[in-house]
């Protein structure tokens, strides 16, 4: 069991230093990441500025929150991997050939075909990911409640 409470551990870290990462370079550019929510058209223009910098304050936040077990980040994690695989699958459905925005105008994905694709199925790996963390403290939750099980008055 030990080697599944690692795994989870190993999870949280690198989900949160992977959000942490993503939202800290949008924040350095917040117009480049305007312009590429831009490019998806679902935002009216007096939204999409503010946006560009609340999302990824929300990852900077979740990322952190998430490598410090502190409850309601993984719900947050869960929350905006959950927004971008709609935003994604939005872009996949309507054929938009553009950048993902996931890491700022540095992306690697940027330079190549904009593989909404690829990036819808990292998010789809990084939610499944997110859902054995869930489920793991699920299954310490159950575990501590039957060693130490509370009494009827």
Same mark, same amino acid.
């Given at each position: 069991?030990?080697?599944?409470?690692?795994?989870?551990?190993?999870?949280?870290?690198?989900? !949160? #230093? =992977? %959000?942490?990462?993503? /939202?800290?370079?949008? +924040?350095?550019?917040?117009?480049?990441?305007?312009? &590429?929510?831009?490019?998806?058209?679902?935002?009216?223009?007096?939204?999409?500025?503010?946006?560009?910098?609340?999302?990824?304050?929300?990852?900077?936040?979740?990322?952190? !929150? #998430? =490598? %410090?077990?502190?409850? /309601?980040?993984?719900? +947050?994690?869960?929350?905006?991997?959950?927004?971008? &695989?709609?935003?994604?699958?939005?872009?996949?459905?309507?054929?938009?050939?553009?950048?993902?925005?996931?890491?700022?105008?540095?992306?690697?994905?940027?330079?190549?075909?904009?593989?909404?694709?690829?990036?819808?199925?990292?998010?789809?790996?990084?939610?499944?990911?997110?859902?054995?963390?869930?489920?793991?403290?699920?299954?310490?939750?159950?575990?501590?409640?039957?060693?130490?099980?509370?009494?009827?008055?």
């Amino acid at each position: 069991m030990k080697i599944l409470d690692g795994v989870c551990t190993l999870l949280r870290w690198v989900t !949160g #230093i =992977i %959000f942490i990462y993503a /939202g800290g370079v949008k +924040l350095l550019e917040p117009r480049v990441f305007a312009t &590429l929510i831009e490019a998806y058209g679902i935002l009216p223009d007096t939204f999409i500025l503010p946006v560009a910098v609340f999302l990824p304050l929300l990852e900077v936040v979740g990322g952190i !929150g #998430i =490598i %410090f077990n502190i409850k /309601g980040s993984l719900s +947050l994690i869960a929350g905006l991997i959950l927004l971008f &695989l709609l935003i994604l699958g939005y872009g996949i459905t309507m054929g938009l050939d553009v950048d993902c925005g996931c890491f700022g105008s540095g992306d690697s994905e940027s330079k190549a075909f904009h593989g909404l694709k690829a990036v819808f199925l990292r998010d789809l790996f990084m939610m499944a990911g997110v859902f054995y963390i869930f489920l793991w403290r699920r299954y310490q939750k159950n575990k501590s409640r039957e060693l130490f099980p509370t009494t009827a008055s």
